[in-house]
């Protein structure tokens, strides 16, 4: 039974395709397809789009031309009369119609009156974007009425409205598959809508009958009441103001441009450096702001923006180490630069006090008083919030506008009052003579440009508030460029015009008038009847010496000082509300932890009241210092350090290659911005050397901090991304490069099992490989696939941190296999890259053996043989009081990390050996301690046993003091036993050490054998402090020893000759590992050795600190895993730690240089 539904509406774009209405068929239509499984296509006026069906394989998505879907209703079961369907349809669509309209969407929803009870409906997440497409449900087909609700796994969405559960589901037939959405995409924490989560692959893929998931929620996250999820993650909209282009970003860059140069430095630099010179200063000045402008747009439109303004583009393109740094200078020069608008503004007032003598205390303390009242009224104004401020903005910027209009008015109506002050109107005489430059009092260009580049700054205002604004991604590269557009073609007009109506000295006096022809007299002002010259150097007018010109040529004089007014009070605006935003965002991000306090906001608006009052008390206290001059440089290049960061931090993308490096604004190149950012180092040195000196200090010094401090944030920086392009092209271009023995490190391949479960192990390979060769820590997981694939991506992220938290360079590799032998074998065939793979095995001994299953020991064993085979060195490290210490890390950790210790008989958690994998999920192997695993809390008292594996579990991990290295290197291997000595000894911890070489020798020959070794040892420039030549290894160990021995492996033996053949033969097949009596007497001598060695050990080298010596090699096939590991036992029982070492037989020495 089908019906259907038209015309659902995505309106993901907010884009109103007209209201369609819900069309039903009549209960009596014809049914189409199996069990409502396949939808009918259908054509009508309102739905150019057939509901794609799973008969017609017509996946329906949105197409390019309509974003919308058409969306099918499916009704099963068949027991209601077709009134109450279309009744309950009804319904729905009057309730989605009322709650959604005002969003501008339209929600279509989906009927199942199949048993009239309310069961839990599944959710489509209804997103503040509207389009509810969503997926949901079990199988693939809807099977039967039941099907849908199989299993448990889907999340449990109650309607409030009405009693009917509605599916909203993707397409015609019912799939868990979700279509493209930008939901998916969210940030959790993303004010703009709701963050839906997309079916994992697990869902889709994973065998349904096996088990549920475990929380019974498909999405793994719980449903809530629909209207609550509406609800709490719609935007109050209400009362959030949002700026567009124009208000938010041009006013304020244009307002921040223009500062107090315009009307009173100006005159004075084109004086200084004349018309040509001051263009080239105007257009220096703007090449730098103008390729600062397009890498802001660049980064801005990379991505979505948020509050924070320079801070933000640069922390998440640089890092959070830049960022930090950059964001407090940069909200620490706003606050200052507040400091600076104002004393201006005030220095401008009380010039006009002075001028009609209504001076209150003397010039400074008027300024600190006056500076002191702008600054708490520029205060409330910001607190007020930011309707207000930028309705302040345009005002100040109506001012402005009339203050340049009145000064251009001025300059066409020459007035015969303002000649003898040097003003003659445009004239071609007076634009030659101030065309070049006349510098004097010692000024040069750079100093006059330096002067001037702080008016060109300002650029960042809009950037700055960028999260107040509507759409930052098109708003900021529009604003900032126009203008820096607009501002710079006004500086040159201005500069152009001044210098063509001014002459550069003028005494004011009337009676200055030519009346006859002087011969000597060459300026412009005598061709116009003036003769200036009786004050050649200190005139009190003129472009030189008066910094009023503008006010003198304009129209209207007090407009002028209104513009001074509004240029200085907007650009302290602008500055007052960047320098909490910014320092708020640098708090949120909590890389200062003792900013922490400042994070917080207030209002609709988020508005950050704590960063206003700081910022307020740091800009009093520099406006109480009124030290201008000072400040001002030191500002200027807390600026452009941040304009260099931004122009490097394109530069820095670009190069990394990121694939997420796609800014939508296209104008940037990659070194343009380099020379950009070189450019703004250079201006930063031209302003004024110390500053910028002090400035690369600051900057360092809290660089340094962050890096030192390394806060917990992922922001996909560039430098991970090049961090990642360096080590890619350095690995591939080591693959290229054949090996060298005098290149040759150990790159070790540990079985760890879980790292910090046997921590001697892991120190004491780190001591030989750190900064010297690779280091991997092998885990193998055993037991069921399902479960352990789970395990492997949680561990894999958990003990990498691990590592690295524990100062340890080395990677986590962990596997699933069916036994530890495949995963062993899969660890040393496919780990690694390229150059960097193992080429060492290191593995614990496996002290436990005896009392283990037979099986596990035979893994054990043939584990060396295919480390052998693939042509790897063996390392076996056996400590005599173990290297497990899982046990003692809590009960709580165990079980959490699934590491269940396969110990000793005397355990109380039962463990049953023979059915190794369903029991143990994750082994390794390495000796476990023969202790039980009691529930223990950290506190109680450990026993005796577990108190000495503690112990010894740390001791490489301290400074190893005086004492030997002892290296019984029997056997040439290719010299690995002496290589790993010798790096230990190049270590801190190990630097005391001295090495002691034990060799196999005859007695006759001892000497000999002894300067032959002393020989080799110099020649691999290898320090030892002794060579010892063994005579007596031959000797036949003591009696007590051998029975020892025999008693170890007797419970191992066949006894063959006991038995009858087939018997034998029989139970040989079933246990492979068992020792025959033939086997036990082929290697006599070589058991022996060992029992012998471990005599000749015990009595030289029971006090080193750690012993390097030869491993036993044991045919493959012939000798049986039982006597082999006896071999092993009965060589390195009771002695100080030990290190059995073979290598892979290919020289790791040479001599050659």
């Known amino acids: 039974r089908e019906q259907e539904g038209g015309g659902g509406r995505c309106g993901a774009a907010g884009r109103r395709w007209g209201r369609v209405p819900l069309r039903r068929r009549a209960a009596g239509a014809r049914a189409e397809g199996v069990g409502g499984a396949v939808a009918a296509p259908r054509r009508s006026e309102d739905s150019k789009d057939g509901a794609g069906g799973g008969a017609l394989g017509r996946p329906l998505g949105p197409t390019p031309s309509q974003s919308r879907f058409q969306v099918d209703l499916v009704a099963e079961g068949a027991g209601r009369p077709a009134e109450e369907l279309r009744k309950a349809s009804g319904e729905g669509s009057a309730a989605g119609k009322g709650s959604e309209e005002a969003k501008g969407r339209f929600r279509v929803n989906f009927v199942d009156p199949s048993a009239g009870d309310e069961s839990p409906g599944e959710p489509g997440g209804g997103s503040s974007e509207g389009g509810n497409v969503s997926f949901q449900n079990g199988g693939d087909t809807v099977m039967s009425e039941g099907s849908l609700h199989s299993g448990g796994h889907h999340h449990h969405y109650y309607y409030d409205t009405h009693t009917n559960t509605y599916y909203l589901r993707t397409f015609g037939h019912n799939t868990m598959d979700a279509v493209p959405r930008i939901d998916y995409y969210r940030h959790t924490a993303a004010d703009l809508g709701e963050k839906l989560i997309r079916p994992s692959l697990a869902e889709l893929h994973d065998e349904l009958d096996k088990e549920p998931f475990e929380d019974g929620y498909a999405n793994g996250d719980e449903g809530t009441p629909a ?89 998440r393109s640089l890092g959070p180490e830049f960022g930090g740094a950059i964001g407090l200078i940069f909200a620490f020069a706003n606050a200052v630069a507040v400091a600076m608008y104002v004393v201006g503004f005030a220095e401008t007032v009380v010039e006009l006090l002075k001028e009609n003598g209504a001076l209150m205390v003397d010039e400074m303390n008027d300024i600190r008083i006056i500076g002191a009242i702008t600054v708490v009224i520029l205060l409330g104004i910001s607190v007020a919030g930011m309707e207000w401020e930028s309705k302040a903005q345009i005002v100040l910027l109506v001012i402005l506008i009339l203050a340049i209009g009145d000064f251009v008015i001025g300059t066409f109506i020459p007035l015969d009052s303002k000649k003898p002050k040097g003003f003659f109107g445009y004239k071609a005489e007076i634009f030659m003579e101030n065309f070049g430059p006349d510098f004097r009092h010692e000024e040069t260009f750079f100093s006059v440009f330096a002067i001037f580049f702080p008016a060109a700054t300002g650029i960042l205002a809009g950037a700055n508030i960028s999260g107040d604004l509507a759409d930052p991604q098109s708003a900021i590269p529009k604003g900032t460029l126009l203008a820096i557009l607009i501002t710079t073609l006004v500086y040159v007009g201005i500069a152009v015009s001044v210098g063509s109506c001014v002459v550069r000295d003028a005494t004011g006096n009337v009676n200055d008038t030519i009346v006859t022809e002087l011969m000597n007299c060459t300026a412009a002002a005598c061709k116009l009847n003036y003769d200036f010259s009786s004050c050649q150097t200190e005139c009190p007018y003129g472009l030189m010496n008066n910094f009023q010109v503008m006010s003198m040529v304009s129209g209207f004089a007090p407009l002028i000082s209104a513009g001074i007014f509004s240029a200085t009070l907007s650009s302290a605006l602008a500055s007052l509300v960047s320098a909490p935003k910014i320092f708020q965002a640098l708090c949120k991000d909590n890389i200062y932890p003792g900013f922490q306090m400042f994070a917080k906001g207030y209002g609709k608006n ?149 790292p910090s479960a046997r921590p001697a192990l892991l120190h004491l390979v780190h001591a030989f490989t750190k900064n010297v060769g690779l280091m991997i820590c092998g885990h193998v997981h055993m037991g069921p696939r399902r479960q352990a694939m789970k395990e492997l991506s949680a561990d894999l992220a958990k003990y990498q941190r691990w590592l690295i938290k524990n100062k340890m360079k080395a990677f986590y590799a962990p596997v699933h296999a069916e036994d530890l032998r495949d995963g062993g074998q899969y660890l040393m065939q496919a780990a690694g890259l390229g150059r960097m793979r193992p080429n060492t095995l290191v593995v614990g001994f496996k002290k436990n053996w005896r009392q283990s299953d037979m099986r596990d020991v035979e893994t054990y064993i043939n584990l060396f043989h295919d480390a052998f085979d693939i042509q790897y060195g063996v390392v076996v490290i056996r400590l005599k009081e173990g290297l497990d210490i899982s046990h003692l890390q809590g009960q709580e950790e165990l079980l959490s990390s699934q590491e269940k210790s396969p110990c000793t008989k005397d355990v109380i958690v039962k463990l049953d050996y023979s059915k190794k994998s369903e029991t143990d999920t994750s082994i390794a192997f390495a000796p476990s301690s023969k202790a039980p695993v009691y529930s223990k809390s950290q506190s109680s008292p450990l026993n005796l046993t577990d108190q000495r594996l503690l112990d010894a579990s740390t001791q490489f991990q301290k400074k190893q003091g005086k004492s030997n290295i002892d290296v019984w290197w029997l056997f040439d291997d290719g010299g690995l036993t002496l290589l790993i000595p010798y790096l230990l000894t190049t270590k801190k911890k190990w630097k005391d050490c001295r090495i002691r070489v034990f060799i196999g020798g005859k007695i006759n020959r001892i000497d000999h054998d002894r300067r032959a070794m002393a020989t080799l040892l110099s020649k691999f420039r290898i320090d030892f402090s002794d060579i010892m030549v063994l005579g007596d290894i031959n000797t036949k160990p003591k009696k007590e020893n051998i029975a020892a021995f025999e008693e170890m492996i007797e419970p191992f033996r066949l006894h063959e000759d006991d038995k009858e053949q087939e018997v034998a033969d029989k139970m040989k097949e079933d246990e492979p590992w068992r020792i025959t009596d033939n086997e036990l007497e082929l290697y006599k001598t070589k058991t022996y050795r060992q029992i012998r060695l471990n005599e000749l050990l015990q009595e030289h080298s029971s006090t080193a600190n750690i012993i390097v010596m030869s491993l036993p090699v044991a045919r493959k096939g012939a000798v049986s895993s039982a006597l082999y590991m006896a071999w092993l036992e009965a060589l390195s029982k009771d002695l100080p730690p030990i290190l059995l070492v073979r290598g892979n037989h290919q020289s790791v020495l040479t001599f050659y240089s």
């Not at 010094?701 to 920086?717: H, R």
């Open 227 to 315: 209207g609550e999820a509406t609800a709490s993650y719609t935007p109050d909209s209400k009362g959030v103001v949002k700026f567009g282009w124009i208000k938010g970003v041009l006013v304020r860059c244009m307002l921040n441009i223009w500062g107090v140069m315009l009307f009173i430095r100006l005159s004075w630099i084109v004086g200084q450096a004349g018309i040509g010179l001051s263009v080239v200063v105007i257009g220096m000045a703007t090449v730098v702001t103008t390729i600062t402008g397009l890498s802001t747009s660049a980064i801005a439109t990379n991505g979505f923006v948020r509050g924070g303004g320079a801070y933000y583009l640069i922390s």
């Open 606 to 754: 988020n508005e950050p009241l704590r960063g206003y009052l700081l910022t307020f008390l740091i800009a009093l206290g520099f406006i109480l210092i009124a030290e201008l001059n000072v400040i001002a440089p030191i500002i200027s290049n807390f600026f452009l350090a941040s304009y260099a960061l931004i122009n490097f931090s394109v530069f820095h993308a670009s190069l990394a290659k990121s694939p997420g490096w796609r800014p939508a604004f296209k104008y940037y190149n990659m070194w343009i911005s380099l020379l950009g950012a070189i450019l703004c180092c250079i201006v930063m040195f031209v302003i004024n050397w110390w500053a910028a000196l002090l400035t690369y200090v600051i900057v360092l010094g809290l660089y340094i901090y962050v890096t030192y401090k390394k806060p917990d944030v992922n922001w996909g920086s560039s430098t991970q991304a090049l961090t990642y392009l360096n080590a890619l092209q350095h690995s591939i271009r080591l693959s290229g490069v054949e090996d060298h023995v005098k290149n040759f490190r150990p790159q070790c391949l540990i079985m760890t099992g879980v």
